[in-house]
């Protein structure tokens, strides 16, 4: 998987993330609460 571009819309407890590749096709779309947001990240 290949993701360029990375959006994260900052909610109190549950994080929405979408990210695309170069031909901005989504590739991830995830609901993570906040400690699976820093697991996925790390």
Request: proline residues 2%; without cysteine.
């Amino acid at each position: 998987m290949n993701v360029t571009t990375i959006g994260i819309d900052l909610a109190k407890t549950v994080f929405s993330i979408h990210g695309t590749n170069q031909d901005g096709k989504a590739v991830v779309r995830k609901r993570l609460n906040r400690p699976k947001l820093l697991a996925f990240f790390a």
